[in-house]
């Protein structure tokens, strides 16, 4: 998500330039695993371990990323940020995926931790000071982000995830389609 330049996005996208609600994102955040158990529990499980290509993930490591992801690549870089500390510490998902086993876990249980987790950050995105979102700290690699910055890409991070899961568990459905209709999709 750090990728896109916001200025680039402000300026190719013609979006304005007010800030979204502290509501609205703890809303749309405490949504993603309400819209992933809906997604995700008709597909079966086999399919959600598949991974798409050799070392991609597979839609249940994408939604254990996502709770892997929640205290320190968002709560914790908030706070400290607010909290006047100078550097941004570092997030690496891959190793945040080491230790635990999200591909053979139980998608219900995941969905469960991952809601149980967004209470507590939905929570703490209500309970922010707009006045304390543009507070400065360094991230190493892309130089100087405010809270408030950390804060927008949370969403914007889960919609990323949901676009890779939902690429992920696509193909399984091309098999069963003719020629004609696998041609006319593309694939």
């Known amino acids: 998500g750090l990728a896109v330049g916001p200025s680039l996005v402000r300026a190719e996208l013609g979006y304005n330039l007010v800030m979204r609600s502290l509501e609205e994102i703890a809303a749309s955040i405490e949504s993603t695993p309400v819209v992933l158990r809906a997604l995700l529990t008709p597909i079966d499980p086999e399919i959600l371990r598949l991974q798409p290509e050799p070392g991609e993930w597979c839609a249940l490591e994408v939604v ?81 982000f405010e809270a408030g910055d950390f804060v927008h890409e949370w969403p914007f991070h889960d919609q990323d995830h949901l676009q890779q899961i939902l690429a992920a568990i696509k193909p399984s459905y091309l098999p069963h389609m003719s020629d004609a209709m696998q041609q006319a999709l593309g694939s």
């Open 64 to 144: 254990g990323h996502l709770i892997a992801a929640e205290a320190p690549a968002f709560r914790d870089r908030i706070r400290d940020i607010i909290a006047g500390k100078p550097e941004i510490a570092g997030f690496n998902p891959s190793l945040e995926l080491t230790g635990r086993d999200f591909a053979s876990a139980d998608l219900s249980d995941l969905v469960d931790e991952l809601e149980s987790e967004r209470s507590v950050s939905a929570t703490y995105v209500r309970s922010l000071d707009v006045d304390d979102l543009s507070r400065p700290g360094n991230f190493a690699t892309y130089g100087t």
